[in-house]
């Protein structure tokens, strides 16, 4: 069987299968020729999966769906491809996670202390402007913070 006869025979499996849901789509030589050329690149599977796609999603408002059709196949099939893409570069893009959560409090002791306690202030002031007393526990942290370690 040569590849234009095995071609010809999984378009005929995929306008079958399109038949057996929609019996709109007809098994006939203008729509086997029309397919042929129209998705012609296009693997079986990906065209059988765009036949399954489009009639998995849903159809638009107060309208018949439409039959799907070698136009429809090539646009889902592209819509797809593209939005794989765009998910695989979109997850090669993210950045790495930090490595080191107290990387900054390491580089930075200095300025981590003083943002620190400048935050602690400013929450004991906001807890005294609301007339607010601190417990023992509270002021108990008061020491200098000790450094992470893993």
């Given at each position: 069987m040569s590849y234009q006869d095995q071609r010809t025979e999984e378009i005929k499996t995929c306008?079958?299968?399109?038949?057996?849901?929609?019996?709109r789509i007809q098994m006939n030589p203008p729509t086997l020729s029309l397919w042929i050329k129209t998705l012609v690149g296009k693997s079986f599977d990906a065209i059988h999966a765009a036949i399954e796609l489009h009639y998995m999603r849903p159809a638009p408002p107060n309208r018949d769906r439409p039959a799907v059709?070698?136009?429809?196949?090539?646009?889902?099939?592209?819509?797809?491809?593209?939005?794989?893409q765009a998910v695989q570069s979109a997850q090669k893009a993210l950045p790495a996670g930090v490595k080191d959560p107290s990387s900054y409090r390491a580089r930075n002791s200095e300025e981590w202390d003083r943002l620190y306690a400048k935050g602690r202030d400013d929450r004991r002031a906001d807890l005294a402007r609301q007339g607010i007393q601190l417990m023992d526990w509270q002021l108990a942290n008061d020491r200098k913070p000790e450094p992470f370690a893993p």
């Open positions: 306008i079958a299968l399109a038949n057996g849901i929609d019996p059709d070698a136009t429809i196949i090539r646009r889902i099939i592209s819509e797809e491809t593209d939005r794989a």
